[in-house]
């Protein structure tokens, strides 16, 4: 991401983007925040779905400390919010955060492949209906199988809302 100037603040975000958390799960973004004079930073979020680690940090010259920002969804639905930054001496510095509360439910249309007698050397394919039956974005993630004679073509992707994907079982 690109750093962003702002007097003498600046970050290695321009905007805070969470990927999508389940209701009742919290994700944690740690954000680099540099002060080129010496000074006290303070920060504040105005929403009960984000907290951050500290209220205020002290700042020696051209000195950068981590801020944790986390996000804890009670909602479903894509949450804004606003960390503001601002410096004691000079300097002020607003970063846009956002993150989708999901409440997803899975569901497959087999509960089991059968690929019958396939001759040695030969491979044969079978799909998996995978569809999201619940609300926001689900992530499936590092698809693996603990038997090295089935593989799949895509081990990580993302189901909408009522959406669905095919997964190749080879």
Request: charged share 15%.
């Amino acid at each position: 991401s690109p750093i962003l100037l702002f007097g003498q603040i600046t970050s290695n975000y321009s905007e805070i983007n969470f990927d999508p958390v389940s209701i009742g799960n919290s994700d944690v973004i740690t954000v680099q925040v540099s002060s080129e004079i010496a000074q006290t930073l303070n920060f504040s979020v105005e929403s009960p779905m984000y907290t951050i680690s500290e209220s205020s940090l002290e700042y020696d010259v051209d000195e950068t400390k981590s801020l944790d920002i986390t996000f804890s969804p009670t909602e479903v639905g894509v949450h804004g919010a606003q960390l503001a930054i601002v410096g004691s001496v000079f300097g002020t510095l607003d970063l846009d955060i956002s993150g989708e509360g999901t409440q997803v439910d899975i569901d497959l249309d087999v509960a089991s492949l059968d690929f019958g007698t396939v001759s040695l050397g030969q491979n044969d394919t079978r799909d998996i209906v995978i569809s999201n039956i619940g609300t926001g974005t689900m992530q499936v993630t590092n698809i693996t199988t603990n038997n090295e004679q089935f593989s799949v073509e895509t081990t990580s992707f993302d189901i909408g809302t009522s959406e669905t994907a095919t997964l190749v079982v080879t």
